[in-house]
C-alpha cells in the first residue's frame, strides 16, 4: 500500500522559496508511469492544485497557469521522492499543502487522486 | 480556463436524509469529473471518479451521474459520519486539475 508524507519547514519568510518534499513508501516512485501531485489548502478554503510530475523513463510537469512561474516540482528517483518549490511567496501562500498521486483501476489509469500525504501546514511571516 | 462551480455552498441535513450537491462546468468536460469527501484535519478521500465510478471501499449510498456540463453527487440516505465538506474535481485538461469550492454539509 502506498503511502506518502510531505515534510518541510512549517515557517517560511515573504520573497523566501517555499520547499517541501514528500516521501513514498510502499512502492517506486519511478515505477507504474503515476502522476504526482501538489495541491494545497488555504485556511478555511477550498482544494487548489498546484500541479504534478511524470516519470517514465523521461520526466515530465505540469502547472497550474496561474502558479507556473513561481513552482518547481522535481523527482529523485533514488530517494523515492518527489519536490515543491513556490518562490517569491506572500502571505497568501499560507496554506496547508499536500502531495497526492492518481491512480489505476485494473490496467486502465484513472485521473483521480487516490492516494494523499495527511498534509503539511506551511506559513508564511515574517 | 474551466470554472467549476459547485452548489450549494453549504448545506444543513438529517441523519437518513437524502442529500444532493451539483457541480456545473462551463464547458463540455465530458465525463472527467471526480467527487471527494473531506473532513476537519484530514487529506481528501476519493469518492467517486469518472463521474459515476464508485471508489473500491466507497458505501454505496453514495453515487455520481452526469455528464458534459451538469454532474450531480447524492448520498441516498446521510449517516453520521458522512457529514463532512465535499468536493467536485474535473480533469478535462489532463493531467491539469480543477476543484470546485466545496460544500460544507452539517448536521441539521
Known amino acids: 500500500q502506498v503511502q506518502l508524507r510531505e515534510s518541510g519547514p512549517g515557517l517560511v519568510k515573504p520573497s523566501q522559496t517555499l520547499s517541501l518534499t514528500c516521501t513514498v513508501s510502499g512502492g517506486s516512485i519511478s515505477s507504474g508511469g503515476y502522476y504526482w501531485s501538489w495541491v494545497r489548502q488555504h485556511p478555511g478554503n477550498g482544494l487548489e492544485w498546484i500541479g504534478c510530475?511524470?516519470?517514465?523513463?523521461?520526466?515530465?510537469?505540469y502547472y497550474k497557469p496561474s502558479l507556473e512561474s513561481r513552482v518547481t516540482i522535481s523527482l529523485d528517483t533514488s530517494k523515492n521522492q518527489f519536490s515543491l518549490e513556490l518562490s517569491s511567496v506572500t502571505a497568501a501562500d499560507t496554506a496547508v499543502y499536500y502531495c497526492?498521486?492518481?491512480?489505476?483501476?485494473?490496467?486502465?489509469?484513472?485521473?483521480?487522486?487516490?492516494?494523499w500525504g495527511q498534509g503539511t501546514t506551511v506559513t508564511v511571516s515574517s | 480556463d474551466i470554472q467549476m462551480t459547485q452548489s450549494p455552498s453549504s448545506l444543513s441535513a438529517s441523519v437518513g436524509d437524502r442529500v444532493t450537491i451539483t457541480c456545473q462546468a462551463s464547458q463540455d468536460i465530458s465525463n472527467y469529473l471526480n467527487w471527494y469527501q473531506q473532513k476537519p484535519g484530514q487529506a481528501p478521500k476519493l469518492l467517486i471518479y469518472d463521474a459515476t465510478n464508485l471508489e473500491t471501499g466507497v458505501p454505496s449510498r453514495f453515487r455520481g451521474s452526469g455528464s458534459g456540463t451538469d454532474f450531480t453527487f447524492t448520498i441516498t440516505s446521510l449517516q453520521p459520519e458522512d457529514f463532512a465538506t465535499y468536493y467536485c474535481q474535473q480533469y478535462e485538461n489532463l493531467p491539469r486539475y480543477t476543484f470546485g469550492q466545496g460544500t460544507r454539509l452539517e448536521i441539521k
Open positions: 497526492a498521486r492518481d491512480g489505476f483501476r485494473g490496467d486502465r489509469r484513472i485521473f483521480a487522486m487516490d492516494v
Open positions: 510530475i511524470y516519470h517514465r523513463g523521461s520526466t515530465s510537469t
